[in-house]
């Protein structure tokens, strides 16, 4: 049986009241009645796209720090739209919240890539820790939601984390500055890796507060850590920043996924993928101790399994609330 849809919300996020105030209201006057929210949350998404594809295929080409965060600037601005469009037009659904905080699991692994291949960041610790840290703060908001049915966004949340990729993306198109993030400061790292790990204080405090407001995680999500601390190791060890960005992004959009699934179609918990895990398990033997070199083929096999269950879990949402399907709002 499907839930009765109530979003429920608390948000403490400081930069959103004035986001909101100034720039998201005054724009969102001129988005048509008719245009359904689940088409705004794609259309916002495309911005965001659009700028990794930029950062994967130019890297550091200067346009890049112009237009990548402005770029990212749209995507944030959209992703205020779709859920006042959705409360304006009375059409806020299970299904909506799905679209939108369901492609924010794949976001949140974007904007990362975003920043480290701006800033050249290739320090195999800082990249893994940095997805690691990211993904399971973002993974306990959604448990505490399907536990508690409250969402909550803390003070630093992932609002202010776009707006810091935003502003040191910026930064990054004066030469000086750029090279004044790259100067090396302490145990060989560089300035710009620093201001990235600090800024996963914010993340992991949230993990804390959501800890001791719901006092317990169930077993499957202790799993789900320990299998998120085996994928740091190994990509640590053995992959490059495109395989981390990949199978932390779509490990976790199969888990998070869902969550989702528990909280908005079915009321059940699943457990966390572990074929995943074990493959890299098995991988990570041969390497060891047969000496076999890492092929990257495999590597790509096992994010197309990751691929296949995260389109399971979206073609199932969205079958179970098809019913909330809107081509185009009704008039006024």
């Not at 304006?88 to 299970?94: D, E, L, N």
Request: hydrophobic content about 50%.
């Amino acid at each position: 049986m499907i839930p009765e849809y109530n979003y429920q919300c608390i948000d403490h996020s400081i930069i959103t009241p004035p986001f909101k105030k100034y720039i998201v209201s005054p724009l969102f006057r001129f988005i048509p009645w008719g245009i359904p929210a689940n088409l705004i949350t794609i259309i916002s998404n495309v911005f965001l796209y659009t700028s990794v594809y930029l950062a994967a295929s130019k890297g550091t080409a200067d346009s890049n720090y112009i237009i990548i965060p402005f770029l990212i600037f749209l995507y944030a601005i959209g992703d205020h739209f779709d859920g006042m469009q959705a409360k304006r037009t009375k059409t806020s659904s299970g299904l909506g919240e799905f679209c939108d905080h369901y492609l924010d699991v794949f976001n949140n692994g974007i904007l990362l890539y975003i920043l480290i291949t701006l800033y050249k960041v290739e320090n195999p610790f800082v990249i893994t820790f940095l997805y690691l840290t990211a993904y399971i703060p973002h993974a306990a908001v959604i448990y505490e939601e399907y536990k508690t049915k409250w969402l909550v966004f803390e003070a630093i949340g992932s609002l202010e984390g776009v707006f810091l990729i935003i502003i040191l993306s910026l930064l990054g198109a004066s030469d000086t500055v750029f090279n004044f993030f790259q100067a090396k400061i302490i145990y060989n790292l560089s300035l710009i890796e620093l201001v990235m790990l600090l800024s996963t204080a914010g993340t992991m405090g949230t993990l804390v507060k959501i800890y001791f407001r719901i006092k317990q995680f169930s077993s499957g999500f202790f799993i789900y850590v320990v299998c998120s601390l085996y994928t740091f190791y190994f990509c640590f060890n053995y992959t490059s920043l495109l395989f981390t960005f990949l199978f932390f992004t779509f490990y976790n959009g199969d888990y998070l996924g869902k969550l989702m699934r528990g909280h908005l179609a079915d009321g059940m918990e699943r457990y966390p993928d572990l074929v995943m895990p074990a493959a890299l398990l098995v991988f990570n033997l041969s390497y060891t101790f047969y000496g076999r070199p890492v092929v990257e083929a495999e590597l790509y096999l096992i994010f197309a399994y990751l691929a296949m269950r995260v389109f399971w879990t979206t073609a199932v949402v969205v079958f179970i609330l098809r019913k909330n399907i809107v081509l185009w709002n009704p008039g006024l």
